[in-house]
């Protein structure tokens, strides 16, 4: 089966870079994908790693080790407005499905 | 419009009725997606049409059916349901991935804002 795990919970304040980490098992690979979603609103793409290393897109990065099964998403600079829920995702070569972690909820405070 | 539309964005039903949900992509995708949103646990995968074929999670409840008569519009027919079934429903749409392997686009879903369904 497939099953993703993510911290359930992080604070950090305004200004600071925080990591949320991401560990996946799936019956095939890919590629991980982190999306964001604000209370209320529709989960939103931020990044995709189908290669291992780091992809970056401003002031988020997004890292990928297939050989752990284990990626993260950075953010730096923390603003306000990415207190919100962040969750990777996964695609297995099983046909076209897409499988999510729990999600992580980050809370920025000033 | 553009993006991907869900229509209504809450629905209260109770136990005994039938209701639809409706989504509408304008993103020239080829791929539709229903996802369920409960809180505290994993988006759950309901269902997958891709090229008109249907992929289905075998522990959805019958009393779920989809419907996807094109590759802009999906439904989710709902009939006899629980309350357990109270959660937000996501609809999402991308790029079939089908031959794709790591093709960017493929692995990118467009979410829609959701129905919001209370069962009573």
């Known amino acids: 089966g497939q099953s993703l795990e993510q911290p359930s919970e992080v604070t950090a304040v305004e200004g600071a870079i925080v990591q949320i980490n991401c560990t996946y098992q799936t019956s095939g690979f890919y590629g991980l994908s982190w999306y964001q979603q604000h209370d209320g609103g529709a989960p939103t793409f931020l990044s995709y790693?189908?290669?291992?290393g780091l992809e970056e897109t401003g002031r988020f990065s997004s890292f990928l080790s297939r050989s752990d099964s284990y990626g993260y998403l950075l953010l730096q600079e923390l603003q306000m407005k990415d207190s919100a829920s962040y969750f990777c995702a996964v695609r297995d070569s099983n046909f076209n499905k897409f499988y999510f972690g729990s999600g992580t909820k980050l809370n920025v405070k000033p | 419009e553009t993006g991907v539309t869900q229509t209504p964005r809450h629905l209260v039903m109770g136990m005994t009725n039938k209701k639809s949900l409706k989504c509408e992509q304008h993103l020239g995708h080829n791929a539709m997606y229903w996802y369920k949103q409960s809180a505290k646990k994993p988006l759950e995968l309901m269902f997958v049409?891709?090229?008109?074929?249907?992929?289905e999670n075998n522990s959805v409840p019958s009393r779920f059916s989809p419907e996807c008569p094109n590759s802009s519009h999906l439904f989710l027919h709902l009939h006899t349901l629980q309350p357990e079934d109270s959660a937000l429903y996501l609809c999402?749409?991308?790029?079939?991935?089908?031959?794709?392997?790591?093709?960017?686009?493929?692995?990118?879903?467009?979410f829609g804002a959701g129905s919001r369904l209370t069962v009573l």
């Open positions: 790693n189908a290669l291992d």
């Open positions: 999402a749409s991308s790029q079939s991935p089908m031959d794709r392997g790591l093709f960017h686009g493929a692995n990118v879903l467009t």
């Open positions: 049409y891709s090229l008109e074929e249907r992929v």
